[in-house]
Structure formats: C-alpha cells, structure tokens
C-alpha cells in the first residue's frame, strides 16, 4: 500500500487485492459484477429514499466535494458469502470551515419502531 500525507495526516491509499474489499476495478472485473450493481443500486436508492442530498449546481469559484464508492463482502460463520455491500463516502476531509461549510453536522439515526 502507498502512503501520502494529506493536511498532515497519514493516508493509506489501497491497492486492491483484498477480496472482501474490492475496488471498482475489481468490482467491474468480478463474476459477480451484477450483484455488485444491485448493492450499488441499493444504496444509491437508500440516500435517495432518505433525502440524504439534493443535488444543486456547484457555485462559481467553488469545487465539488469529491465521493467514492467503499465495497465490502459480508460473510457469515462459515466463511459464506452472506451480502455485498456498497457504500458512498464523502471526503469531508477536504472541506475548509467557513468556506465550504459553517457549523459541524452530526446526523442522527432515524430510529422508528
């Protein structure tokens, strides 16, 4: 794995091989593609299904915060495979306070019984 410096912490950036952690190459590449794609369906219709964003133009001067897609392979006790799983992550780590945003945001578990 290679390692850089990002605002003085220590990033690993990922190589791929771990077959439980695929990158999108890999996960292109895979047997399994289809199954990758509904994950990914999945958890795009989630965001959507709980109005997560709104998608707006990006104002003059300013950058997109960037986003990428995080994949795991879910197994159970036997080492079967039990789900894929995608995930969207932020690199909120590129945000500057005062610029791209002006409070620090927690979001809470919508918990309904």
Known sequence: ??????????????????PDNPTLSEVMQSPDVKRWIDAIDTELGGLKENKVYVVSEVPAGRKAIPSKLVFKVKRGPNNEIVKFKARVVVQGFRQRQGV??????????????
């Open 100 to 113: 791209d945003y002006g409070m620090s945001y927690a979001p809470v578990a919508n918990a309904t019984v």
């Open 1 to 18: 794995m290679a390692a850089r410096t990002v605002g003085g912490t220590r990033r690993v950036k990922k190589q791929g091989g771990d």
